[in-house]
């Protein structure tokens, strides 16, 4: 069965629970996986589209045979893979704990994973990745009839999501900026705040994806119709910052102009400003 197969979620036997920061770590385990015929449900990949993720995630754990869990640092910070090993540890699912780095379970990590079955590895080690695999196997309580083989030649790491990073979307998202940045620029040389806090407004939902998109928020794969609504309202939002531009491109020539023949008395500003505006 070709890995790159996809598994009908009711017919998983291993649900993958994984830090976004590991993901590429994540993929490769579950590739190992399936090319050995241990179909995985992992997010997003197994979430269909309109699906609440965290029922979906509740529906996969409660199913699934057994829960392999990429252990690291960025795990252990995670609420969302600490909140999956508790589900998993209250359905008495086996939990294997592949340990990626040399950190060490603290607080609630640590009490799930006391007596859970701990595997150090290397990621990049096949030797490594077919360790992982017989474990499964073993936790599975299912033999297999042939050798376990890994093979990565024909791996692609892109593979786990559809919605794993784009340069070219990341640039064409980050082309409004240079839009938004004109308010601040229009509302310091034309000592107008309220511009400057107009334009710090439309940036938010910008801001917010590439929170999202650098994992500097690590739920791009939990929340990702969240980061769709904020791209959407960076869209719209840019829009209606294209269209207050130009209602507000005059008085900022104005404002400029009047500037220049002005020095800091603002009763002088002030006067020639309005005669300004009326002609």
Not at 63 to 73: F, P
Not at 84 to 101: C, G, R, T
Not at 170 to 186: D, H, K, N, Q, T
Not at 187 to 193: L, R, W, Y
Request: hydrophobic share 45%; proline share 5%; with cysteine.
């Amino acid at each position: 069965m070709s890995p790159e197969k996809s598994f009908d979620d009711d017919k998983h036997k291993v649900f993958i629970s994984y830090s976004t920061r590991n993901s590429e770590v994540a993929n490769k385990i579950r590739y190992a996986l399936e090319q050995n015929g241990l179909p995985c449900w992992i997010a997003p990949r197994n979430i269909p589209p309109g699906t609440v993720y965290i029922d979906a995630i509740a529906d996969a754990i409660r199913s699934t045979k057994i829960v392999v869990l990429i252990y690291s640092e960025f795990s252990q910070a995670s609420k969302y893979v600490n909140n999956e090993i508790n589900m998993a540890y209250s359905h008495n699912k086996p939990l294997l704990s592949v340990n990626i780095d040399d950190s060490l379970p603290k607080e609630d990590m640590e009490y799930f994973l006391k007596v859970t079955q701990w595997l150090p590895i290397d990621p990049d080690s096949n030797d490594d990745l077919k360790e992982v695999v017989e474990n499964a196997f073993e936790l599975c309580k299912q033999k297999k009839d042939t050798p376990v083989t890994v093979d990565l030649s024909n791996y692609n790491q892109k593979d786990l999501s559809s919605h794993k990073k784009d340069i070219i979307s990341l640039v064409l998202l980050a082309i409004p900026v240079l839009y938004w940045a004109s308010f601040f620029y229009m509302g310091i040389v034309a000592t107008k705040k309220l511009w400057v806090l107009m334009g710090l407004l439309y940036a938010i939902p910008l801001l917010m994806c590439f929170a999202f998109y650098f994992e500097i928020i690590d739920l791009l794969f939990l929340y990702y119709p969240i980061f769709v609504l904020f791209v959407v309202l960076a869209l719209i939002f840019w829009i209606i910052a294209v269209i207050h531009g130009l209602v507000i491109r005059n008085e900022f020539l104005t404002r400029k102009s009047v500037l220049r023949f002005t020095s800091s008395n603002d009763e002088i500003f002030s006067y020639l400003y309005d005669e300004y505006i009326r002609l």
